[in-house]
């Protein structure tokens, strides 16, 4: 509308000027008379252009909010969070600033739902939202990741403040006073977060999402109330290992590990929490250096020899076939023959070979019982089982922490290590 009106002005100044300096006074009034309708219809139409076009760039933020804003809550959706963080991912490449992602969790609102019915679970959604945009910097971005989920993306944030900040997000709520608290643990809502902050080495936008999820993930399913940092666990490994000779020889290890996630997501994913139940396991039992150092490789490890096995029967959503499971069945052995050829590595080789081997003697691949199995790979057994009960596969019921400690107690002396198994939950019943 404004360059319309201007464009409308300059036009009849245009013309005034020519009328009065051209011809005598009789003809520059006869003109003049007659251009003034013409001057009212250059700033009518202007006008009416204008209106129109602001009317319908008025419509045009209307709808993009109905796709971009959550309904319920006010903030970003799903649906344009990825589109959000994808262009601020490019955008950090390119000017090589720090660009970091939190995902939060309420540790407890299904319960809350549960009590007090879904119309007063979205009020409070309501709520906690309000708290945590109170919480956030003017330059943050908060979006609804779905149900009681929320992603909050940090422009300009390393690692220290992006954790600064999902901590006072935390706090927040943990200290807001709701209704029906008197009825929750610890009389308040919690809240797991995972932060993960970008790195030269990620390709994708996708990967700061995934990093923060494990992040998540551990923060979630290990304690709850707290905030977890991703860290890779092939970084965790090399920055503790002094051998820079024997870091260059295992690079391509993670490649490979890299290529089983493309196959296997849930492959992948179970080698990470693997690795961080051995960690807390290891400090539990006050192992010593080396042998914590070869418990954790040997957990970053023990399913590399799935490389080898069909992608056809490490996604199939049903029990396997006899044919299937004597292919699976020789991972350990393929685990422990690529390892094998990294000088530096001699010991790992038998935690891998033999981590599906049962205390009785019926595992495979060599039927090895009691003591004759290597101690870090019987550890690693009672760990990559539990892992295994714990989390969803499309051919097997998920089970609470509390039935897959009940599975570990019966199957103690037959299918593991009874001192280790009782040592094993006792470490995860004290984080």
């Known amino acids: 509308m404004k360059t319309g009106l201007l464009i409308a002005g300059i036009a009849t100044t245009v013309i005034a000027t020519m009328d009065l300096t051209l011809g005598n006074n009789e003809v520059i009034n006869i003109q003049f ?71 939060l969790d309420l540790d407890y609102f299904k319960k809350y739902n549960d009590v007090y019915g879904h ?57 807001y006073d709701y209704l029906g608290k008197e009825n929750m643990n610890n009389r308040m809502m ?53 051998n820079e000779n024997l870091l260059e020889e295992i690079k391509p290890l993670k490649t490979l590990m890299t290529v089983i996630n ?30 914590k150092r070869s418990l954790l490789f040997g957990a970053y490890l023990h399913d590399l020899g799935k490389i080898n096995i069909s992608k056809e029967t490490l996604i199939t959503n049903s029990r396997l076939s006899n044919e299937q499971w004597e292919e699976l069945k020789k991972h350990p052995q393929d685990s422990a ?7 530096g590595f001699e010991k790992i ?14 595992g495979y691949p060599q039927g090895l019982k009691g003591n004759e199995i290597n101690y870090l790979a019987r550890i690693l057994t009672v760990v990559d089982s539990f892992d295994a009960m714990t989390n969803q596969r499309p051919y097997q019921k998920t089970k609470s922490f509390e039935e897959a400690f009940e599975e570990i107690r019966r199957c103690k ?15 995860l019943k004290e984080i």
């Open 262 to 291: 493309s196959r296997d997501t849930y492959t992948f994913n179970h080698v990470e929490r693997v690795f961080h139940y051995c960690r807390i396991t290891a400090d539990y039992l006050k192992l010593s250096a080396e042998e």
């Open 349 to 362: 080789v038998p935690i891998v070979l033999q981590h599906h081997e049962k205390y009785d003697g019926s």
């Open 190 to 242: 919690t809240a797991s977060i995972g932060v993960s902050t970008y790195s030269s080495q990620m390709e994708r936008y996708i990967d700061l999402i995934e990093n923060a999820d494990m992040a998540l993930y551990r923060a979630k399913f290990l304690r709850r109330n707290k905030v977890e940092v991703y860290s890779s666990i092939f970084d965790h490994i090399i920055e503790k290992e002094p």
């Open 413 to 427: 002396g037959t299918h593991f290590d009874p001192v280790i198994a009782d040592r094993f939950m006792e470490a």
């Open 33 to 103: 008379e007659n251009d003034l309708a013409l001057f009212a219809m250059f700033f009518l139409v202007a006008w009416t252009i204008g209106y129109y076009a602001k009317l319908e760039q008025s419509h045009i933020d209307e709808l993009t909010n109905y796709a971009n804003i959550d309904g319920l809550t006010g903030v970003y959706n799903h649906r344009y969070f990825y589109e959000l963080l994808e262009q601020l991912f490019e955008e950090n490449k390119e000017n090589g600033t720090q660009l970091s992602l939190v995902i």
């Open 337 to 343: 023959d690529i390892i094998s050829q990294i000088n």
């Open 119 to 175: 119309a007063q679970g979205d009020i409070f959604l309501k709520e906690i939202t309000g708290v945590i945009s109170d919480t956030l910097r003017e330059k943050d971005i908060l979006c609804r990741y779905g149900g009681d989920e929320f992603c909050v993306i940090l422009p300009e944030t390393d690692k220290e403040n992006a954790c600064r900040i999902a901590d006072q997000l935390r706090e927040a709520v943990c200290s």
